[in-house]
């Protein structure tokens, strides 16, 4: 076996975690869970450095929560597109929130072959962000006429919080950093996006365009729920591999600021999705980002040499020459995913 092949069966198949541990030291913290959590965290760093993904179980979410999700949604993506456009991101201002239909979503200036529904923290007119117009903060835009939509994102929303909070606690664990390292100074109140894609049948799947094409997530870390349709692709260091469905698991991948703090120790990892099946595919990812008004800032780790090579990364920038906010570079993102609605926002 040459060495290319054997680094092309390496990086084949993105690992599965048990993330029990961490989810049981959250409820209580004792010295035995500690001890499981380290191996854990383990697992969380070779995966970080080899794929920048893993998939999780033992993850503790509610499944009936999770079938629910799904139902509700399908319901709404087969409505009419009138029907879906009462709630429009239009109607969402600055929280931008919302729906949009296929096509409306840019991926690196092409067009992305699905629909959605962007969604965040659900925040009262008068809370001060909202009050002070910052934004990506306010209230969601829910469908009237799907009983328990509203209830069930928002249910769903709140356990994802949780999680993203566990998830990073394992990760400054596998950084060797203290537990509360991420929300002592970045996500204590962290910035949530949740999104509800709908990847439209392929009539044609000799000539499938790419639902979503080459692209890395912002912030630092996103969990995903998938359907069992499949598509999602990541480029691993032996090129494009498949990340398909496993039953009540998450796919986690880190985003452009972990990148960022860890110093391309952990790095953002492009990813892209095809849908080659004639059935619509249904696609939960979930955000868990640093505070809007947090400046991002590189971890001090040993040994750690800083990769700001941008020929390999899809779109040549670099997350390490940044300045300013995380809502600044958030917002210089978005806007181009949406450039219909940049005035909206800025």
Not at 131 to 149: D, E
Not at 282 to 311: G, Q
Request: one cysteine or more; a negative charge; charged letters at 20%.
């Amino acid at each position: 076996m040459t060495a290319l092949q054997i680094v092309d069966k390496k990086f084949s198949q993105l690992p599965i975690i048990d993330i029990n541990a961490l989810v049981s030291r959250t409820k209580n913290p004792d010295d035995k869970t500690l001890k499981y959590c380290a191996s854990v965290a383990e697992q969380i760093r070779q995966a970080c450095q080899d794929y920048g993904f893993f998939y999780i179980v033992g993850h503790g979410v509610d499944e009936q929560l999770q079938q629910q999700l799904e139902h509700l949604s399908q319901q709404f993506f087969q409505q009419d597109l009138d029907t879906k456009l009462k709630i429009c991101m239009a109607h969402g201002g600055r929280a931008w929130r919302g729906y949009f239909p296929v096509g409306n979503e840019l991926t690196s200036g092409k067009p992305d072959l699905k629909e959605g529904i962007y969604f965040g923290a659900e925040l009262a007119e008068e809370h001060p962000l909202v009050k002070a117009g910052i934004p990506m903060h306010g209230r969601n835009l829910f469908p009237s006429n799907i009983s328990q939509f509203r209830e069930t994102v928002l249910a769903y929303i709140e356990l994802m919080t949780q999680l993203g909070h566990t998830l990073m606690a394992g990760i400054a664990l596998s950084l060797r950093l203290e537990e509360s390292y991420f929300a002592d100074r970045y996500t204590k109140d962290p910035l949530i996006l949740f999104r509800i894609f709908n990847y439209p049948p392929n009539s044609s799947l000799s000539n499938a365009e790419w639902g979503v094409g080459e692209h890395t997530d912002y912030g630092v870390l996103t969990i995903l729920k998938q359907d069992n349709i499949g598509g999602l692709q990541v480029k691993s260091k032996s090129g494009w591999i498949d990340a398909p469905p496993i039953p009540n698991s998450f796919v986690c991948n880190i985003g452009d600021m972990l990148d960022r703090m860890t110093q391309g120790l952990y790095r953002s990892t492009p990813h892209r999705v095809k849908n080659l099946s004639t059935s619509d595919r249904l696609s939960f990812p979930f955000f868990f980002d640093p505070n809007f008004h947090a400046e991002v800032k590189p971890i001090e780790l040993t040994d750690v040499l800083v990769n700001d090579d941008k020929s390999d990364r899809w779109d040549k920038a670099s997350v390490h020459q940044f300045q300013g906010t995380y809502g600044d570079y958030l917002l210089n993102k978005v806007s181009k995913v949406f450039p219909e609605l940049r005035q909206t926002v800025f």
